[in-house]
């Protein structure tokens, strides 16, 4: 299988994601965009985390990026007259999440990182990362799509597609997929270990990714899984050709980042999900008692081996100077 040790080290700013030790260089702030113009709604449960058309999204991550914020994860958020039980609208090159990367790559060259979120479920009318068929989720029929998703978001211009689905063998057909259409220095960011949490109910409103029937618990990790399977999705992944691993969610498995990290050869990343979001931002009414709280969560991850932290502290950790 094709590993390429070099993408991780292609940009100044991919190098500074994954082997800068400081907490600045390693946070990556999320986006959800949706079609349209000028819209900027933010989601209820996520205080200060909004929807947003490609035309305030690409003047936010300016902002952004005047405040050091290199790092950008887009979630793409399907209008619902789009939805089909095959994901379709998610590959076609011209939705709003591959003209945002394109732009966002006019703008600003290979000066920030762009990661991709290639996954079913914001595209499947019945809101499953896979594909039904005999009423299961169908492994070998959802992985070619996963391909198609990931190379669209490959000829956009996206630094990492990142597949946060959770399918046995996407990595390697995925990589296959970028190698045969000439992306080579395209990184792909694997999901290995998400557990089935009840930690991600706000996010599922901020994508409209929730299924209309059953749950992700034959797909994702279960929650009293210990170390040997999260190393197995994990190296397993890495011999696939994945370039980052993740560990979702961050809070209750830290542990297992660290089982993790000390077993593989590339960058592990953390996902500071929606739910220890929301908690954080319940728990406190002002910002200096905020910075206390995300500073003993963000050094936690670090201490217990996380590279890379997504989280939607990062836009007020760094227009503050937290760190
Ligand atoms: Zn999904």
Redesign the pocket.
């Known amino acids: 299988m094709k590993i390429r040790p070099r993408i991780n080290r292609w940009t100044q700013a991919r190098r500074n994601l994954v082997l800068e030790s400081s907490i600045n260089s390693s946070l990556v702030q999320p986006h959800f965009v949706v079609d349209g113009q000028g819209v900027n709604d933010e989601i209820i449960s996520m205080p200060g985390i909004f929807q947003q058309s490609v035309d305030v999204l690409i003047e936010t991550i300016s902002k952004d990026v005047e405040f050091g914020i290199n790092n950008h994860m887009l979630f793409p958020v399907i209008d619902s007259s789009l939805k089909d039980p095959y994901a379709s609208a998610a590959h076609v090159d011209d939705m709003p999440l591959q003209n945002a990367v394109r732009l966002l790559r006019e703008r600003f060259g290979d000066s920030i990182v762009i990661l991709t979120d290639v996954?079913?479920?914001t595209a499947t009318d019945h809101g499953h990362?896979g594909v039904i068929h005999n009423e299961v989720i169908d492994n070998d029929r959802t992985i070619p799509i996963l391909s198609k998703i990931a190379l669209s978001h490959a000829k956009a211009g996206a630094d990492y597609v990142s597949a946060?689905?959770m399918m046995d063998g996407r990595v390697k057909l995925i990589r296959e997929e970028l190698e045969a259409n000439g992306y080579s220095n395209t990184g792909i960011l694997s999901y290995s270990v998400k557990y089935s949490s009840s930690f991600y109910g706000p996010f599922r409103e901020a994508a409209s990714?929730s299924p209309s029937f059953g749950d992700r618990s034959s797909h994702q990790m279960d929650i009293k899984s210990g170390y040997p399977e999260a190393i197995l999705e994990a190296t397993t992944d890495v011999q696939e050709g994945a370039d980052i691993i993740m560990i979702k969610p961050a809070f209750t498995y830290l542990d297992v980042v660290r089982e993790v990290s000390k077993e593989i050869t590339r960058p592990v990343a953390v996902y500071n999900v929606s739910g220890e979001y929301s908690m954080v931002m319940a728990a406190t009414t002002d910002v200096q008692s905020r910075r206390k709280m995300v500073s003993e969560i963000f050094h936690s991850f670090k201490r217990a081996g996380a590279d890379v932290i997504v989280s939607y502290h990062t836009r007020e950790a760094m227009e503050n100077n937290w760190f």
């Open positions: 996954c079913l479920c990362c946060s689905d990714s």
